[in-house]
């Protein structure tokens, strides 16, 4: 059996070489996304981003992907978002204000508040929604200043967090899969996560 | 200041440090368990396995021929690790940082470079994010408070290492590496009132570095404010195990990932 396809969508600054090894190891083919309608045609398709949403939307409307992407996640079809990629579902964050997001998740991403250390850089702990069947409780590693307040209902069920406030450390629906966390970089709770994904998500 | 655990449920972090010469790890010899200790790969594996919550990196080569190995180093320990990647030592521009994270490091580690031209640390912020850039400071006691000295302690720079550790987070520093030149090497303990100086001042993770020799000492630096601890000796020479000091530390009321 060939191992499967997995194309990474480059927001620029996102470290791919981490998520590219993660998906290796997981018996999986990474690819890197380079044509608009590959957006549209990838069985599997990953968006990590690091840096500001700002720059993640310049350049992936740059590159023309911005469409295709949010046709195929309303579609449903399997896409896993990380971090920033995760900010990018929401209607737009407070750390880029003239910058929408895609609208699928609902509310802004805001920053922590003073009482914490802002970045939180390091491994928290993650709670399922009582109706979240996908994933037991864990351990994931963040890196980020900003947060989702609110986890989206309609079909969705998430993983929550707290770092000052309580947050939306991840949130799936059916294979579509957004984390606030680096699951890469989450050892083997992570790893078993992206197995989970690429097997077939919360059909 | 800012506790790490305040209505937070991070957890502090154990950080085994490589120091890496011409691509080999050089401290260690207890590691029976190890066909090869001195192999980089091997050495970062066998900590994860052990619990650790991220591995640093520090090429002490002295050439630049043996620092040529670093990228094939981290592209190796990347293939096989499941948890964060910090790399530093001899990095001098944005460019050498690109090629690291490139490589695989999750974040990467300035010091001389930054002392010099602190813009780099704007630089790597905006490029590569806040998150991915890590400031190492080598501090060291004068006059009642820290200098900032480079070249393994040996030249002074006049900066004030608590101003200097504040100006680096304004320019975007998501974490400071904060090593006391005075305890490295000594096992005597990291420097708390350094550490409590540093992280009452700056707004992002202070990770202790310097003075470990027993068990006791990591949670005392986590108690003056440190939310990770790096040590070398006291894991390579199997004095104890990332996951006994874990133990320990969860016994002693510290959030710890186990």
Same mark, same amino acid.
């Given at each position: 059996m060939t191992a499967r396809e997995v194309y990474l969508v480059s927001t620029?600054?996102?470290?791919?070489a981490s998520v590219e090894a993660a998906l290796i190891r997981c018996g999986s083919q990474p690819r890197r996304v380079e044509q608009p309608q590959e957006i549209a045609q990838a069985e599997l398709l990953v968006v990590p981003g690091v840096g500001t949403l700002a720059a993640a939307v310049e350049r992936l409307a740059e590159q023309r992907f911005l469409e295709p992407l949010a046709e195929r996640i309303r579609q449903g079809r399997p896409t896993l978002a990380i971090c920033v990629g995760m900010q990018?579902?929401?209607?737009?964050s407070e750390e880029s204000p003239d910058t929408p997001g895609l609208?699928?998740?609902?509310g802004r991403a805001r920053r922590f508040p003073t009482?914490?250390?802002?970045?939180?850089?390091g491994w928290n702990r993650v709670v399922p929604d009582p109706?979240?069947?996908?994933i037991e409780e864990g351990f994931a590693y963040f890196a980020n200043s900003y947060y989702l307040p609110e986890a989206p209902d309609d079909g969705w069920t998430s993983l929550q967090s707290e770092h000052g406030v309580r947050f939306v450390a991840a949130t799936a629906r059916g294979r579509v899969l957004a984390c606030q966390f680096h699951p890469e970089l989450s050892g083997e709770w992570g790893q078993s996560l992206l197995e989970w994904w690429l097997q077939g998500g919360a059909a | 200041m800012v506790a790490p655990g305040r209505c937070s449920m991070i957890t502090r972090r154990i950080l085994p440090c490589l120091d890496v010469d011409d691509g080999r790890v050089v401290k260690g010899i207890?590691?029976?368990?190890? +066909?090869?200790?001195?192999d980089p790969t091997e050495r970062a594996t066998e900590y994860e396995r052990q619990g650790a919550d991220e591995i640093v990196i520090l090429?002490?080569?002295?050439t630049p021929e043996g620092r040529g190995h670093q990228l094939e180093v981290v592209r190796a320990v990347r293939h096989r690790l499941r948890i964060p990647l910090s790399v530093g030592g001899g990095v001098r521009t944005a460019e050498d940082a690109r090629c690291l994270l490139e490589a695989g490091a999750d974040k990467v580690a300035v010091n001389t470079a930054a002392v010099q031209s602190p813009a780099l640390v704007n630089e790597m912020a905006e490029r590569f994010g806040s998150q991915s850039t890590v400031v190492a400071i080598d501090a060291q006691r004068a006059n009642g408070s820290w200098g900032v000295v480079v070249h393994s302690g040996r030249?002074?720079?006049? +900066?004030d290492a608590i101003a200097w550790a504040r100006e680096v987070c304004e320019r975007g520093a998501g974490e400071i590496l904060l090593t006391s030149w005075d305890r490295d090497?000594?096992?005597?303990?990291?420097d708390r009132e350094l550490l409590s100086a540093v992280s009452a001042q700056v707004p992002v993770p202070v990770i202790a570095s310097g003075?470990?020799?027993?068990?006791e000492h990591f949670g005392e630096a986590f108690a003056a404010g440190a939310a990770a601890v790096l040590a070398a000796s006291l894991f390579h020479y199997g004095e104890t195990t990332v996951r006994e000091l874990k133990q320990r530390l969860a016994e002693s009321g510290f959030e710890v990932r186990l």
């Open positions: 620029g600054t996102a470290n791919l990018l579902l929401a209607a737009g609208g699928i998740l609902p009482t914490v250390q802002v970045p939180q850089i109706a979240n069947d996908w | 207890q590691f029976q368990q190890l +066909r090869d200790a001195g090429d002490i080569s002295a030249r002074s720079t006049g +900066r090497g000594t096992r005597q303990g990291y003075g470990a020799g027993k068990i």
